[in-house]
């Protein structure tokens, strides 16, 4: 069976059809709530690696904290980016899935099926 991990916001649309679609193609699916259970820095340094972006490319940069913290410097590094995402994990763009040795962010839900 094939497995996959899911950053999961139960609140967001997005999220919650990617879920379905795992459940869908008989993906056997650990949900990780980033809300409540955020990712360390070291985590999600290795799930940038695996989707192959920079870190400003996996946050959500209309969040009112991503303008409020100043996170639009681009004078920031990857660290503190990343930093930023563990501090505030309302920034973190979901859904992130999990599988293979691959990630891929689920906007559209479509994207995670390469990944399968």
């Given at each position: 069976m094939k497995k996959a991990i899911i950053l999961h916001n139960p609140r967001c649309s997005k999220s919650r059809e990617t879920l379905a679609l795992l459940g869908e193609q008989g993906v056997e699916i650990e949900v990780v709530e980033y809300l409540k259970d955020t990712p360390d820095a070291a985590e999600i340094a290795r799930i940038l690696s695996l989707l192959g972006i920079g870190a400003r490319e996996l946050m959500r940069t209309k969040e009112e904290e991503y303008?409020?913290?100043?996170?639009?410097?681009?004078?920031?590094?990857?660290?503190?980016l990343i930093d930023a995402m563990v501090a505030n994990p309302k920034l973190i763009e979901r859904p992130v899935v999990l599988a293979n040795g691959k990630a891929a962010i689920g906007r559209p839900p479509a994207n995670?099926?390469?990944?399968l």
């Open positions: 303008k409020a913290l100043g996170l639009d410097n681009p004078a920031l590094d990857e660290t503190a995670v099926l390469e990944i």
